[in-house]
């Protein structure tokens, strides 16, 4: 028992958990022998301590039983210095933790997103049954498989989709990582010399899926190290599917020889959704939401906004107010709605935003345009990010040299953070949409 090594341990964590996830919650932490037989696993904080308690039972243990052997008893997990104050330690994990719903989480996927909730029509039907087609047979047609489209229009829903059928009906291994993302564990592995490691990880996989590649352009050791993963996978029969605003050989600055690769597998493009599918979106984003929407309302909602982003933000308003303790049905939300056409040929200005993401958070303009990481700047910065992306046509570019950011991938993160926060936590939520009722 004393030979084990948490070092080795981590590694093997490291490959199975994203890299934020890994970052976040393992990698400050130490392994002591308590007794014979029991292990503490010591974390920085009680925010960790409770996060391993309450996901990542079933990988520590796993992980631990292997290396310990029979010798294996028990685990526990403190914050850091708690052992010694007290000498009560509590068990880990007292609560069963459902081995798919950890599944999903460790391959980067939304449980959000499934094919369930996704809304079909002639706009979309066929990149969702290729989606399908995939999710039950991976690696075995259509690989890779390439789906493009605008904005809105429901790329990310289908990958995350797919992935969560392969995680909840086989036991391969499944990542999900948006081209940012990709770029970062990349980065970081060359940081920490260990690009074996990654390379490890990556052609290990059983099904990888990427969002958004068109953003590895102009980036040469990013699509070197792509290039060389994607032929790995497929070499071995692996699912490969990626997503981008554009088709192939649209993506400007990348490789012939991973256009080749793009084009060798189903490219299918997701058009525009009809107003019969907005209507479906809509009302299934109302569901989850909990808002009570009926279908002629829903009708209404969607003649008079046109983009599925705006629709997106229109339920947020409802949710807000909702929130605040006000009665929302069909006559609150038809005047919610006629206030929103009034200012629909309005366009929100780039002034506006940051204007009002100052006042409400109480930053300055020229603080969110400086170098500093505060964590409230940083996160102010974040939230101008997503909403001059979501509420004017400005690109990621453009939206860069605005904040003085010297790369457009910046402000992709910044509204990645943001989205993400929008799914995961209350606070950042409900600042959100606060913030959105000004627009």
Not at 355 to 363: A, D, P, Q, W, Y
Request: a positive charge; one cysteine or more.
């Amino acid at each position: 028992m004393e030979t084990v090594s948490w070092k080795n341990i981590l590694d093997e964590i490291a490959l199975e958990t994203s890299l934020v996830t890994y970052s976040s919650f393992f990698k400050n932490t130490k392994l002591s022998l308590r007794e014979p037989g029991g292990w503490v696993v010591e974390c920085p904080n009680d925010g960790v301590r409770f996060i391993l308690e309450k996901k990542y039972k079933t990988l520590i243990v796993e992980k631990l039983k292997k290396h310990g052997g029979s010798s294996f008893k028990s685990v526990s997990v403190v914050s850091k210095g708690a052992g010694k104050e007290n000498g009560e330690i509590g068990p880990l994990f007292p609560q069963k933790e459902k081995e798919g719903e950890g599944r999903i989480e460790r391959s980067g996927l939304n449980p959000l997103f499934s094919f369930d909730n996704y809304a079909v029509s002639v706009s979309n039907q066929i990149a969702h049954a290729a989606s399908i087609t995939v999710a039950n047979g991976p690696g075995l047609v259509y690989n890779p498989l390439f789906i493009w489209g605008g904005v809105g229009v429901g790329k990310t829903h289908l990958l995350h989709s797919i992935g969560r059928k392969i995680v909840e009906n086989t036991t391969k291994k499944v990542l999900y990582c948006s081209a940012e993302g990709f770029t970062n564990l990349l980065v970081e592995s060359i940081k920490n010399k260990s690009t074996s490691l990654f390379r490890q990880k990556m052609r290990n996989l059983d099904a990888l899926l990427i969002d958004d590649i068109q953003f590895v352009s102009q980036r040469d050791f990013i699509q070197e190290e792509l290039f060389h993963t994607f032929n790995a996978l497929t070499t071995k029969k692996r699912q490969v599917v990626f997503t981008s605003d554009k088709p192939p050989r649209s993506i400007k600055n990348i490789e012939r020889r991973l256009i080749s690769r793009f084009l060798s597998g189903l490219v299918i493009d997701v058009q525009r959704p009809d107003f019969e599918l907005k209507t479906a979106i809509l009302l299934i984003k109302a569901r989850l939401k909990k808002i009570d929407i009926d279908i002629e309302t829903a009708k209404v909602v969607c003649s008079t906004l046109d983009d599925l982003r705006e629709i997106e933000g229109f339920l947020l308003k409802v949710m807000a107010l909702k929130n605040s303790g006000i009665d929302v049905g069909s006559n609150q939300i038809e005047r919610l709605l006629s206030q929103s056409g009034v200012q629909q040929n309005k366009t929100t200005s780039s002034k506006d935003i940051l204007r009002e993401v100052g006042k409400e958070l109480g930053i300055s303009l020229k603080e969110i345009r400086s170098e500093t990481r505060k964590k409230d700047i940083v996160f102010a910065r974040h939230v101008c990010m997503y909403f001059l992306k979501t509420q004017t046509p400005l690109t990621y570019e453009e939206i860069a040299h605005l904040l003085g950011r010297k790369d457009h991938t910046t402000v992709l993160h910044g509204v990645q953070k943001i989205m993400n926060g929008l799914s995961q936590n209350d606070l950042v939520r409900t600042k959100i949409d606060k913030i959105r009722l000004f627009f």
